[in-house]
C-alpha cells in the first residue's frame, strides 16, 4: 500500500502563488505514477497533472496553460505542485493520486490523498 499526504492548500488572492506537496510512503514500489486532481464543489474530479516517477515530462489539462508546473518526485517521495496566476476558477479540493499507468482517468489511479483545499478569491 502507498500512503499519500497532501498540503499547502490555503486562502489566496487571483493571481497569487501556491505549492502544493505530495509525500508518499510505504510501499512506494507499487506505484509508478504520481498525479494531480482537483475538484469543486457539485464538479466532477478532474485531471490537472502527471508524471513517471522515473522521469520525463510532465502531462498537462489544458487549462494549466504554463501556469502550473509538476516537480518529479525526490530523495523524500515527495512531490511538487506548483501553480501560479492562480484563477478564482481553480478553487478546490486538490488530491494527491498514485497508480502504475499514466492516463488522465481518476479511474487509473489505485492510491489518494485526503485533499488540500485550495481557495482563489477574486
Known amino acids: 500500500q502507498v500512503q499519500l499526504v497532501e498540503s499547502g492548500g490555503s486562502v489566496v488572492q487571483a493571481g497569487d502563488s501556491l505549492r502544493l506537496s505530495c509525500a508518499a510512503s510505504?510501499?512506494?514500489?507499487?506505484?509508478?505514477?504520481m498525479a494531480w486532481f482537483r475538484q469543486a464543489p457539485g464538479k466532477e474530479r478532474e485531471f490537472v497533472a502527471a508524471?513517471?516517477?522515473?522521469?520525463?515530462?510532465?502531462v498537462y489539462a489544458d487549462f494549466v496553460k504554463g501556469r502550473f508546473t509538476m516537480s518529479r518526485v525526490n530523495a523524500k517521495n515527495t512531490a511538487y505542485l506548483q501553480m501560479n496566476s492562480l484563477k478564482p476558477e481553480d478553487t478546490a479540493v486538490y488530491y494527491c493520486?498514485?497508480?502504475?499507468?499514466?492516463?488522465?482517468?481518476?479511474?487509473?489511479?489505485?492510491?489518494w490523498g485526503q485533499g488540500t483545499q485550495v481557495t482563489v478569491s477574486s
Open positions: 508524471r513517471n516517477w522515473g522521469g520525463g515530462s510532465p
Open positions: 493520486a498514485a497508480g502504475k499507468i499514466l492516463f488522465r482517468s481518476p479511474s487509473e489511479y489505485n492510491y
Open positions: 510505504g510501499s512506494t514500489f507499487d506505484a509508478y505514477v
